[in-house]
């Protein structure tokens, strides 16, 4: 995926929404806006994917303000508030499902969805159930089953702090069908990104046979310059579940190894590239995408 004009002014945007998870100050918060401005206008790569970019802006906002991970009491939050949720989704969804596979690609779904800035699981109750009764754009599952083979690797990328809670109903499943689970996280903090301090904390990391991370502070993931171990699981992995919009927009056009998409496309540009609406669910086969680019859906 590439750079849309409408990815100029969001760039800027990250700063203050970074701004205001730290609590700096707005004088300070100016500065390192003008210093993200300079970037975008000498050293913008609008061929590269949004998430390369944004990469280099919050590296600007951690060399500026010297605050290394300014998402950190908000990722706490966000695991807080995500694991008090867990029991309930599992009692209340998950147990009760026919189709556990459907209802944890969904809960998956949830994760990339909810507001987790909401203060309790209460308020949290309708909106999880207006959920449910949501369709998908696109809904790969048949084509997804015919990977989960017993004894093959699925590679897992995993987004945001507390959406990795919800990841575990699908990782559970996969587990219980016979297949090894490698997940893989941030090598640093960068956003609300999970890190392996969060796969820790939420659990997760005791269900997976592995947890690796992408090496650095990318938002995405950057395969050439990924390293070397995270490079190799991902040559040697049967298929990759890509979770949410960063991980869409950087490993967009790569179709020389089977990947699923499952995010809400929340903004036009990512709408454009998924060939859907914005606001709609994605459960993605990367080589269906591939038709629907082609012009080729229904041949």
């Known amino acids: 995926m590439r750079v849309y004009p409408e990815c100029l002014p969001c760039f800027l945007n990250q700063i203050v929404k970074t701004a205001k998870a730290c609590g700096l100050e707005e004088e300070k918060t100016i500065e390192v806006e003008r210093e993200a ?45 995500a694991m008090k949720l867990e029991p309930v989704l599992y009692q209340e969804y998950y147990q009760k499902a026919e189709n556990g596979l459907a209802v944890a690609v969904k809960l998956a779904a949830l994760g990339n969805v909810i507001d987790f800035a909401v203060p309790s699981v209460f308020d949290l109750e309708e909106e999880i159930k207006n959920f449910f009764k949501t369709p998908f754009a ?44 490698v997940l893989a996280v941030r090598g640093a903090p960068i956003l609300n990104d999970a890190t392996v301090e969060d796969a820790i904390k939420t659990g997760i990391a005791e269900l ?48 020389d190894k089977d990947i699923f998409f499952i995010l809400k496309a929340k903004c036009n540009p990512v ?9 709609e669910l994605i459960f993605l086969y990367n080589k269906h995408l591939l038709e629907l680019k082609e012009g080729n859906e229904g041949s």
């Open 271 to 279: 709408a454009r590239e998924l060939k859907c609406k914005k606001g």
């Open 37 to 81: 401005a300079k970037f975008i206008y000498k050293n913008l790569r609008p061929e590269k994917s949004p998430g390369y970019n944004a990469t280099f802006i919050h590296r600007v906002f951690k060399e500026k303000t010297k605050i290394n991970d300014p998402f950190k009491a908000l990722k706490e939050k966000y695991n807080s508030i």
């Open 208 to 255: 997976v046979d592995e947890v690796i991370d992408s090496g650095s502070d990318v938002i995405g993931i950057d395969l050439e310059r990924a390293p070397e171990k995270f490079r190799e699981h991902w040559k040697r992995a049967y298929f990759v579940i890509s979770k949410g919009q960063a991980n869409f927009e950087t490993l967009d056009g790569i179709y």
């Open 138 to 181: 696109y809904y790969d599952e048949a084509i997804f089953e015919r990977f989960l083979v017993p004894g093959k690797t699925a590679l897992y990328l995993a987004d945001n702090a507390g959406e990795i809670v919800f990841d575990k109903f699908l990782v559970r499943e996969l587990k219980e069908r016979g297949l090894k689970v």
